[in-house]
């Protein structure tokens, strides 16, 4: 029996881990992908302490220093289920095996958001893709469009113009919800063109994609011809998991935390792109920060409860 099973490989699972190592508490730390959505970030210029740093030395880094600590026991396994029982909670694997733990810590993070157009499922892996910074590696010298106007879309199409001949930045509105910083970034770049105002209706492609249909006339067409496509329009926090021990979300399907990070259910804390913590701002640094509220939150309820 773990004293706390933190469920995430990410920035606020590993930094969860790292305090509650501290706490002396039998720590498991079990998830599907090491690094979560940290290891999509190109660059990493707001993680106080680095100026720069790649997204995925930078879990490499959280990784090494949560496994560090004896008390702390990593897993890479997709968690079936997680239940109720009378010391704490079951979490049963596909594989079948279970662990058990006192407390639960969720660190899902999300998931990226559908656009549910014509030809996106069709062309999905064959041009169509929900990473620009992980894919446009392979876009080189051709022609590329990214949809949406935040931070990984703005980023996305910065980096992606790095190899690309041709980057169309397409966004619904005419302004970019973007840092600055990034904004920018693609200001800088002459292969990048805007489509603002715009959406896109359909991906077509024969075999793979050849171009995305739009809402309105861009240069005289309501086309334009692409190779790739980055759809980067936001994500879903994943509480499947969760939901069903019965955690309460809130309008915006985040799991609903108190100050210490503690949902609905007696012994369930929440950190990370999961919860409704941080005014919704998703960042290394406020994921981070919840992770360790978390393992404070998590230390003083096993206190409380004499457990
Ligand atoms: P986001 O901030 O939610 O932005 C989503 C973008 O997609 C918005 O511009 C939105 O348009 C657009 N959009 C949403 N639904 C759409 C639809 N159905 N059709 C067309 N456009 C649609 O998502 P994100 O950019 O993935 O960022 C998520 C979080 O991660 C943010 O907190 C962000 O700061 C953080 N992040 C940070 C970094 C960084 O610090 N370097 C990098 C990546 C992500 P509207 O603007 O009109 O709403």
């Not at 302004?175 to 990034?182: L, N």
């Not at 075999?207 to 759809?231: P, T």
């Amino acid at each position: 029996m773990f004293d706390v099973a933190i469920v995430g490989l990410g920035c606020a699972g590993y930094t969860a881990a790292i305090y509650s190592a501290r706490y002396k508490l039998d720590t498991l730390i079990v998830g599907e992908t090491e690094g979560g959505m940290g290891i999509t970030a190109a660059e990493v210029g707001n993680w106080p302490g680095e100026i720069d740093i790649k997204g995925p030395d930078l879990m490499e880094k959280f990784k090494a220093h949560a496994v560090s600590f004896d008390n702390v026991t990593p897993k890479v396994s997709r968690i079936d289920k997680i239940e109720k029982n009378r010391e704490g909670f079951k979490l049963t694997y596909q594989n079948g095996e279970s662990d058990e733990a006192k407390t639960v810590i969720f660190a899902t993070g999300s998931d990226k958001r559908h656009l549910g157009i014509p030809g996106e499922d069709e062309f999905s892996g064959k041009g169509v893709t929900y990473c620009a910074t992980c894919d446009a590696f392979f876009y080189k010298g051709k022609d590329v469009a990214v949809l949406g106007g935040g931070d990984s879309a703005v980023e996305g199409a910065a980096i992606a113009a790095q190899v690309a001949n041709k980057v169309y930045l397409i966004h619904r509105r005419s302004e970019f919800r973007a840092e600055p910083f990034w904004v920018d970034k693609v200001n800088e770049k002459d292969n990048i063109e805007f489509v603002l105002d715009t959406n896109v209706t359909e991906v077509i492609g024969d075999q793979v994609v050849i171009g995305v249909k739009l809402d309105k006339e861009f240069n005289g067409s309501d086309e334009i011809a692409v190779d790739g496509v980055f759809i980067e329009i936001g994500s879903i926090p994943s509480t499947q998991l969760a939901e069903k021990l019965g955690c309460e979300v809130d309008e915006q399907k985040h799991l609903k935390v108190g100050a210490d990070m503690a949902t609905s259910v007696k012994g369930v804390f929440a950190a990370g792109d999961v919860s409704n913590g941080s005014n919704y701002f998703a960042q290394f640094a406020t994921a981070a920060g919840e992770g360790a509220v978390a393992g404070n939150g998590v230390f003083n309820y096993l206190q409380e409860e004499g457990k």
